[in-house]
């Protein structure tokens, strides 16, 4: 009897996992679905201060330094464009957790000078004598700037509060420029009358940009951001120079090519 209860009990326990539904196991996939999920919010809007640098006028200094008589040179500065105060405004929506589109709109001051004396390209006195001529010179130029701009964050902000990110695009870029000219005549300390005075114009010109900055997190809906950015970019400044023979127009090419660093605050929302 007890032989028979124990064969009983091995021949149940092979039949029933031969006869019970196979067990199938899932593995997990290789490249998971991924939603927009935790507390940070999808858009945020940022405003910054920074300097940009590298931006020149060489080619327009370059030539009204002809003017100046080789043994008046060493009397001549010129400080071209320095680090250019800025402000930014941009707004960002994110398409993913680490993918965005931006937009900004930003202002850069810049401003280069020449001071000196020159010989004017003038009919002598009656008693053969030139004026001496002391110059001075103000180019200075308001830049507007609009970009378009992709963004990739290599950390999910749902996840880590500090988030690095890359991105490019497309800018327009919108510079007012003033040219100052005033010439005083050194015998008699008043304004010399002939001279490029004041001109101004403003132009639209295309570029692109590269950008590379990060955003801590201090609340989900508060950051600080810090940005570093190149350009490529370049304007025409067209110039009304006075000759003997009359007015002649001469067009000088201004660069934008260079950097910029802004630091700002991020609002989400």
């Not at 000759?243 to 660093?261: E, M």
Request: aromatic share 12%.
């Amino acid at each position: 009897m007890k032989r028979t209860i124990i064969c009983s009990l091995v021949f149940v326990s092979l039949v029933i996992p031969i006869l019970s539904p196979p067990t199938v196991s899932y593995a997990d996939p290789i490249l998971k679905p991924r939603k927009y999920h935790g507390p940070i919010p999808k858009r945020y809007f940022t405003i910054s201060i920074g300097v940009m640098g590298g931006a020149d006028n060489e080619e327009m200094w370059n030539f009204l330094a002809r003017e100046v008589d080789e043994v008046l040179r060493d009397e001549a500065t010129t400080d071209d464009f320095g680090a250019a105060p800025s402000i930014e405004c941009s707004y960002t929506t994110k398409l993913h957790p680490q993918f965005a589109v931006r937009g900004k709109g930003a202002l850069t001051i810049l401003r280069s000078e020449s001071r000196g004396l020159l010989i004017p390209d003038v009919e002598p006195d009656t008693t053969g004598v030139l004026p001496l001529v002391e110059f001075e010179r103000d180019f200075n130029i308001l830049l507007f700037s609009l970009d378009a701009t992709g963004l990739f964050y290599f950390q999910d902000a749902s996840v880590k509060s500090f988030q690095s990110y890359i991105g490019g695009g497309f800018s327009l870029y919108i510079p007012r420029a003033k040219l100052k000219e005033e010439l005083t005549d050194l015998d008699t300390g008043e304004a010399f009358a002939q001279g490029i005075k004041e001109q101004s114009e403003w132009s639209v010109n295309p570029g692109i940009h590269a950008i590379l900055g990060f955003l801590y997190h201090l609340t989900p809906t508060f950051a600080v951001n810090a940005e570093a950015r190149t350009q490529i970019a370049q304007s025409k400044f067209t110039l009304d120079y006075p000759t003997r023979d009359g007015v002649q127009a001469l067009s000088f090419d201004v660069d934008y090519v260079g950097f910029s660093l802004t630091v700002g605050v991020a609002k989400f929302f």
